[in-house]
């Protein structure tokens, strides 16, 4: 009854309408998801799409939670475009962050312009050498790279646990396993007066233009874009698929590790076992919901940060557990992947009963 | 000599949960299928067993509808991967982050409840015999399902024509498809074979070793599991004995104090994660020696049938 036929061209059109038809079908499943439980469905829906923009304070916060989804996904979006799979970004923010925060500690109390930008350096740093691991066992030995960067998130996870009940505990914090308070020097400065919104989104924005750069401007993007789509051309062109690795992962461990630098040193403002709260993860949503491209993802970070603030405002009004925002997450994922279908190929429909004519 | 039995006891009830999510993953790659959601439906099936527990009282209820569920989320998978081509990375995450959040939204009222003790096994006379009565024969019997699993599927790829049509499948889809094997099909069988596996590892979880109900209760288990599948290099019986492995480092850490080791608990716990990066390193320097360790050839690639 329904046949599919690939197309001739990729259709462009689609690349932009599909994602429209995945955000569209979430919101509908979610109205039934939220009747079945006995929730007033107009009332959630509402509360978890459109208040988030309703008031200076929630855009601020929507600001703070898309800030490192933008960052982070822009790196991974590289490594998708090249097929080079980094799932670990998250262990890579947490890293980051631990680095970030271990600068601005050790100029615990003295004031200067020089601390943030040192923290932030020694936060991509540390992003990298996290992501360095996966991708030296990768090309060193074949290493699948999903698996090796996927542990280290829980080994990073509880390195962090380790550091801050260790080395990096406050020491007049009565043992709770949290570090100092940064000082004023180690905070990124604010966007607005009221709220938490950092400066880190304006450097997320740079970001978003560096990568539209580089994706469409530079041999870097093209030898990404050969590398992804073919990888036997891009070899008899001479593009090492090991550069790829290593660039792919550099650029996705460096921006995940200065997005966890941010995490700390804006909202936070120390360093906290709890910091990763799964930026990691969600950005693979958003590189994907923005179609592996800078602008796109610029807007599917924002509208992910809607979910979030959206999510926690129900969970507090509707008496839901956080786990919320991850369904909607999720069911948004199943629907763009599968209306890519729409991209590549044409679905025919032959009605209930008519069998498929073959050779057609 | 009680304490070597109860960490022997221990290791296998530990082991058993990866065990199931193991075999139901070597199933599904072997015929070039990547599900990276096998920590989604462990944990529906966690909590599908759990729930139905409460609710019917019937341990058979339980683990019936958690190997549905676990089955239905893999239909998704299944769905959207092969009848709509669409990435296999990427739809296996969806499938993590979607059976989390569900779970954790539907599982909230229940986190209060209780089901009995899940039963073991006793046979007069030989669970009677010291040390390996204890040892051997006296568990519940999910435990000796998963071990029957794990020889039933080395035999369905060592000696049965279908076992082997579902490697061929895995290793040259497009040769398996001209010569008329539905590829679809198979795939769809093994991907939901795989999910029922992973559902019924799950609720050995929330109904015998814990149990209980908690949101996130798998604990990245299901990442383990297919971790474990590379470990054994697609081989049933291999999977197994690694999955015993973690069982053992992870009964080492909770027995670690006990034995008086001054070593911070937090690092041997990375020692699972740990042990799985070592292993994925000594497989892929190993991948030359043998044929035999080699990845199913059509692995984690879509499938478009050309007619």
């Not at chain 1, 599919?4 to 599909?18: D, F, L, N």
């Amino acid at each position: 009854m329904l046949k599919i036929e690939k197309r001739r061209e990729p259709s462009q059109a689609m690349v932009y309408i599909t994602p429209f038809i995945a955000i569209a079908l979430t919101i509908i499943c979610g109205f039934l998801l939220f009747a079945i439980m006995g929730k007033d469905p107009f009332r959630a829906t509402s509360l978890i799409f459109f208040e988030p923009v309703t008031s200076l304070y929630n855009i601020s916060e929507l600001l703070v939670k898309a800030s490192p989804l933008i960052l982070i996904a822009l790196g991974l979006s590289m490594g998708f475009r090249a097929g080079v799979w980094n799932i670990g970004a998250e262990g890579q923010f947490t890293i980051g962050a631990v680095t970030g925060s271990a600068v601005a500690l050790a100029f615990y109390e003295m004031e200067g312009f020089y601390i943030l930008p040192l923290m932030c350096l020694a936060g991509i740093l540390g992003g990298m050498l996290w992501a360095a691991i996966p991708a030296f066992l990768r090309t060193k030995f074949n290493t699948n790279e999903i698996l090796v960067s996927l542990m280290l998130v829980y080994v990073a996870n509880l390195l962090l646990s380790v550091l801050v009940h260790g080395p990096l505990r406050d020491p007049d914090g009565m043992n709770f396993p949290e570090s100092r308070l940064f000082s004023d020097s180690a905070l990124l400065p604010l966007l607005m007066e009221d709220g938490r919104a950092h400066i880190g989104f304006l450097v997320a924005l740079v970001f978003v233009g560096l990568a539209l750069f580089i994706q469409e401007r530079h041999m870097l993007g093209f030898q990404i874009k050969v590398t992804g789509q073919a990888a036997r051309a891009a070899q008899y062109a001479g593009f090492s698929s090991k550069k790829m690795v290593w660039v792919s992962f550099m650029i996705s461990g460096g921006l995940a590790g200065l997005a966890g630098t941010f995490e700390a040193a804006g909202p936070v403002g120390q360093l906290v076992p709890t910091l990763p709260a799964g930026y990691g993860f969600t950005a693979i949503i958003v590189a994907f919901l923005g179609r592996l491209n800078p602008i796109g993802i610029m807007l599917g970070g924002l509208l992910i940060a809607i979910t979030y603030i959206g999510g926690e405002t129900a969970q507090i009004a509707l008496t839901l557990p956080s786990a919320t925002t991850s369904v909607f997450q999720g069911m948004l994922l199943f629907f763009l992947l599968a209306t890519d279908i729409l991209i590549n190929y044409r679905i025919k429909w032959f009605g209930f009963f008519k069998p498929v004519a073959k050779g057609k | 000599m009680d304490l070597f039995i109860n960490i022997f006891v221990g290791i296998i009830i530990a082991a058993t949960p990866l065990v199931f999510a193991a075999i139901g993953e070597v199933v599904v790659e072997k015929s070039g299928v990547l599900n990276l959601g096998v920590e989604g439906m462990m944990i529906t099936g966690a909590l599908t067993g759990f729930v139905m527990t409460v609710h019917s009282g019937s341990f058979t209820v339980g683990i019936l509808s958690a190997i549905i569920a676990g089955a239905l989320m893999a239909l998704i998978f299944a769905f959207i991967t092969q009848s709509l081509m669409g990435n296999q990375v990427a739809t296996g995450l969806a499938l993590t982050l979607f059976g989390l959040g569900l779970t954790a939204l539907i599982g909230n009222s229940y986190t209060a409840e209780s089901i009995p003790d899940f039963p073991k096994i006793f046979i007069p006379v030989i669970s009677d015999i010291p040390v390996l009565g204890p040892m051997l024969f006296h568990f519940d019997i999910l435990i000796y399902v998963s071990i029957a699993l794990v020889f039933g599927v080395k035999w369905f790829f060592d000696k049965t024509r279908l076992g082997l049509t579902v490697i061929a499948v895995g290793d040259n889809d497009d040769a398996a498809h001209s010569i008329g094997y539905p590829v679809r099909l198979y795939r769809y069988c093994t991907l939901m074979f795989g999910g029922g596996c992973a559902g019924l590892g799950g609720a050995y979880l929330s109904m015998v070793q814990t149990p209980m109900w908690v949101e996130g209760l798998t604990a990245g288990r299901g990442w383990i599991a297919l971790a474990l599948v590379v470990f054994g290099a697609w081989m049933p019986v291999r999977a197994m004995l690694g999955a015993y492995l973690f069982g053992g480092i992870s009964i080492l850490q909770l027995h670690s104090q006990g034995f008086g080791l001054a070593i911070d608990p937090q690092f041997l716990s990375m020692l699972p994660y740990l042990a799985t990066i070592g292993v994925l390193v000594a497989i892929s320097l190993n991948k030359k020696g043998s044929s035999k360790l080699k990845a199913p050839a059509c692995l984690g690639k879509p499938f478009y049938a050309s007619d």
